[in-house]
Structures are given as structure tokens and as C-alpha cells.
């Protein structure tokens, strides 16, 4: 159901919750070693349940470096945008964090009916975030493939990435095979007349 809202909030209808994928790659290898969902509840933002979560955080006691990837359904509002940033400066350097990545398919009140106040504090909040580093992101075709191969079916999309363009080159080389004989078949028949 998770991944269901982040694809379809904002389609035809606005979830009151915030849902986030969070992805932790090995920068060395790019596997995945670690991935969890959090959903806000009960006044307790998603993203702060990731930031206090234990298991997050081990991902960053050693010193191997990794990318961290997070898709939800909203962009951080401007109170979760200051914890992330703090969190991203306090650990870049110290736990060797390559990439922050947040990618996201609605971006959380900043522009419509919401109060000026709150929209001018939202966009600040995605401001800081650019500036600190952050890498911030709409969805994209690629991006929905990796989410749903990694959560809805535990696959590496990479791998069946690497297998479509192995399977690709292969039905070419039999196309060209095929047309090929096609050809011979049609002279020789030109010749025969
Ligand atoms: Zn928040």
C-alpha cells in the first residue's frame, strides 16, 4: 500500500499521510543494505521516525562510504527540512555519506491554497536543502521502476536492467539474422524468374 500512495497521491487524492522509502546503498558495490518504510502518524513526521530509528542509523557508524536514497509520496516540510540538513552536515564528513538523494511525487504545500506563511516557509525549507547538498528530485519512469522493483517485488532493477539489454541485443542479432535470410530467399527467387 505504501508505494501505492506515493504513485498516486495527488492523482485524485491527497493522503493526510506522509510516506518514505528509505533506501541506504553501499557506495562501494551499490548494494542495498538497508530499506524501510515509514509513515507519519499521529503528529510524528516520517522522516524524524527515520532519523531517531536505531537501524537507520547504524548504516553510518562505520566509515564506508554510502548513498541514501528516499522516495515519498510529499516533500519534507520545512521542520523535517531542517532535521535532514542538520543530519546530512553532522554526518557527511564524520560517516562518510557519498549522496543524499529525496525524491518525491508531490511537493508538500508550496503552492495553491495553503497560506502564504506556510508556503514561503516549505520553499525555504527545499531552498536549504538544495544549498546544503541535498539532491532533490520529481519521479521519474527510472525512478518508479527501481521503487517498485526494491519494495514490491525485493529484485535489484540493475540486474533486470542488465537482462533487458542482454535479451535486446540478442532478439537484434536474430532480427538481422531473419532479415538476412529473408533477402537471400528473395533474390534467389528473382533469379530463378
Ligand atoms: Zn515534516
Redesign the pocket.
Known sequence: MACKEILTTGLHWWPKR?VLCSFVHAKQNQNLIFQQIYQ?EAGR????QMLKDRDFLSNFKDKNAVDIILVMNYS??????DELNYFYKKYRSAYSINSFNIRFSQL?KTYGSPPKEVKEKNIKGLKDMHLAGIILETMTDEYWFDLFSWTVFGVNPDHCRNRDNAMKTKLNTLKAVKAETAKDTASKAKEEK
Open positions: 506522509t507519519s513526521h516520517a522522516e524524524l519534507p516540510c520545512y521542520f523535517c527540512a508538500y
